[in-house]
């Protein structure tokens, strides 16, 4: 392990702390080893364990908080303590630490090696744009619901989206291989509906199947998509284990881009003084995981994420990150039509505006609503 | 759809909900419409869906609150929603409602139509106690530690374990196929050092391998412990994906006792108004998928769970659930020896005590200290 000296070759993960001043030194340190060697440091015999695995604090920096009780607090990983892979990276991350009250990962700064370990997105925001031929404004999705509609009538949905020019229409995350609603039946009648409407258009239309299912179905899914001429994948990373994603990401056989769904990881975000910060989960690490688009819910929604937290997320879909392509930062969530401007504004055009309810609730032609949603669109382009 | 009628055919969750009282009736039935067909109730045009997929809120009682605003809610939903399987029942219980404030999970009664598409544990508590040939007192288990140290260390910790009479010896959860320390030859040479120990002293002691891993080698590490005569195995089911427990505990060929590390799920109970309750999360639901002992912290350890959190898991992972096995409550996390004698009064017989960092630090005679261990559980035992 000798060749791996910290600095050059460390994760360096940046906590926000909330304790009592006397305690934050140890706190540091015990972070610093219960992600790690999980023992106390009396327990360690061997040198090399210090230097090339306990993490090390870099530095405790006061920020504030009601008593002053608030730090921030750097430490260095080795990164072959994440064993350059997405699992053991999050248990490193936040695994144990789960358990503690008061801390809060604000910033990871990843290492060259480290993220030269990850392929990313193998579509990104500009192989996307160009499987659709749109370069110029933001894309446009909407969702296909309620569960508990027909395979027939969700592709007759399909359809009549597509006619009305949406780019991207992807299954509701929740719809699964229901006994009322087979996922090869409907991938094969959605992917027809999607080409019927496009002979009728020029236009291209892509269908993205919602994958996520048991352990055992997840790639067998993907491969139906594929071989059904899906335009892409729909997957939850947390209900799936997040390492699903890189493993169809990296695997060519599964050559479309895939959109993911925050199921579940809002719990990182429910308290102020614990958990993730959004733009991290959602943002940095589905990236570095493969995911081509990521769905969140937009501020103004019937969500609470702030304008400040979604700006974040956006810019951690796009940063400059080595040779990860970017993803499209894909707000959502109860937006509204009347919204649409604002909102383009508000992120210019490398987005994809994903409405589901109020594209649904406008009038009963489904047709005339995307139309509607896609001029919208138009107008608003920057 | 219709033969689903509700009520008998319905899992109940029971959430605290935190809101302003005009709000409760609003917020009540929006999560009954968000966690199924995620539209507004005015967008949905068929009566069918009303009546077999969206929740339907049975009751809201008060539950006081600093200003009397918090609400206990029922909502039962029909079992088909989860389409009987792990992923979709997890989107079901917390997917995007994870991302609204003032919403937790304290409770969940499931169908036995629900219950009966699980197999749950294979061995649970009865049959982990068959395996060992203890049937009259807690089992005693530690873990290999700390990360960085070598097989051939690893294997030699195993070989001291064993002959001091440890009856579980499993890898930290951070141990993975490190280049330093990989899995195949850990595997190989821990199940040798503590048959080695065995032929001894004529006991039997179980090394559990930690097979999280990526999405791809999950499935052959289980086979390679299989293959290597392993004692049982360890997983992360929130690193994997749950599913993936559901899918090890279900099949034939994984024919050993599986322990679950609670990795990354503290942040389901980091907010005392949020996420979903730890008896829930690596009691009930870890069980149902089929673990057969659940490791979690131990109440006056190193991190904060209380007596009653550590009770109401226990029971759990032990209560009446139709044909699902008990699982082996697992309390650990910075138990000292010294205390070992109140926690099994507190517990009873029926538990797994895991200690690791206090047995490395009694003495560096690592026998010694786990003959210290076992004879303290001796005296304890009920």
């Known amino acids: 392990m000798d060749e791996h000296s910290r600095s050059d070759k460390s994760i360096t993960i940046t906590y926000a702390i909330t304790c009592p001043r006397e305690d934050i030194g140890t706190i540091s340190e015990n972070i610093a080893l219960e992600q790690t060697v999980e023992v106390p440091a009396a327990v360690i015999r061997d040198a090399r364990i210090f230097k090339d695995i306990v993490g090390k604090v870099l530095g405790i920096d006061e920020a ?17 303590v994440s064993n350059f892979e997405i699992p053991q990276f999050l248990n490193l991350l936040y695994g ?19 993220i030269q370990s990850f392929t990313g997105p193998r579509f990104g925001i500009e192989g996307t744009r160009k499987l659709l031929g749109v370069y110029d404004r933001p894309l446009v999705a909407t969702a296909l619901k309620p569960m508990g509609t027909s395979v027939e009538d969700l592709a007759e949905m399909c359809y009549r989206f597509a006619l009305g020019g949406i780019d991207i229409i992807k299954d509701d995350h929740g719809l699964v ?4 609603c087979r996922f090869e039946e409907r991938v094969a009648k959605c992917v027809q509906a999607v080409e019927s409407a496009q002979q009728k258009t020029g236009k ?4 993205f199947p919602n994958i996520t299912d048991r352990f055992d179905r997840i790639e067998r899914n993907a491969e139906f998509a594929v071989k059904s001429k899906a335009g892409g994948l729909l997957i939850s990373p947390f209900i799936t284990g997040l390492d699903c994603v890189r493993y169809i990401a990296g695997n060519a056989l599964f050559d479309l881009p895939i959109m993911s769904h925050p199921s579940l990881t809002g719990i990182f975000y429910s308290s102020p003084e614990c958990g993730i910060a959004p733009e991290i989960v ?30 974040s997320i956006a810019h951690s879909l796009t940063e400059g990150m080595a040779h990860i392509r970017s993803s499209f930062p894909t707000p959502a969530g109860g937006m509204e039509l009347e919204n649409i401007t604002e909102i383009v504004k508000f992120y210019g055009n490398d987005i994809i505006l994903l409405v589901g309810g109020s594209l649904y609730g406008r009038s009963d032609d489904l047709t005339a609503n995307a139309r509607y949603f896609c001029e919208k669109v138009k107008e608003a382009k920057q």
Chains 1, 2 share one sequence.
């Open 64 to 80: 504030g908080g009601p008593a002053g009780e608030r730090f921030n607090v750097r430490i260095a990983y080795s990164a072959i």
């Open 282 to 311: 959602i943002g940095k690490i589905f990236r570095l995981a493969g995911i081509d688009s990521s769905v969140y819910p937009n501020y103004g929604g019937r969500f609470s994420f702030s304008k400040d937290t979604c700006l």
């Open 96 to 114: 144990n630490i789960s358990f503690k009250p008061g801390i809060k990962v604000i910033d990871i700064e990843f290492s060259d090696e480290f």
């Open 204 to 207: 291209r239309t892509m269908y």
């Open 177 to 180: 291989d229901f006994p009322f």
